[in-house]
């Protein structure tokens, strides 16, 4: 299993945006919670050893990165206010 996105996987995506578009103002929402659940199953796998999962942490952080890279060029804001 590979810890890397899957090409087009786009955290930003017309499917991802209408969904964040559409959630109350308290609610929360991250593109990229996939990514994040993949870090903490490999910790739990590995317990706890973070040099064990270091590629589900740049996955994560790639995920974030172009996902708020995207709302700034569209002019958003990051929590939807």
């Known amino acids: 299993m590979s810890s890397q996105a899957e090409p087009g ?4 995506d017309k499917k991802t945006k209408q969904k964040f578009e559409n959630k109350s103002k308290s609610e929360y929402f991250d593109p990229c919670q996939e990514a994040a659940a993949r870090s903490i199953r490999c910790l739990n796998r590995n317990g706890g050893d973070r040099k064990m999962c ?3 942490f740049e996955a994560y952080r790639a995920c974030k990165k172009e996902w708020t890279n995207k709302r700034r060029k569209e002019g958003g804001s990051l929590f939807g206010l």
Do not use: I, M
């Not at 996987?9 to 930003?12: I, Q, Y």
């Open 9 to 12: 996987d786009d955290p930003w």
């Open 54 to 56: 270091t590629d589900y």
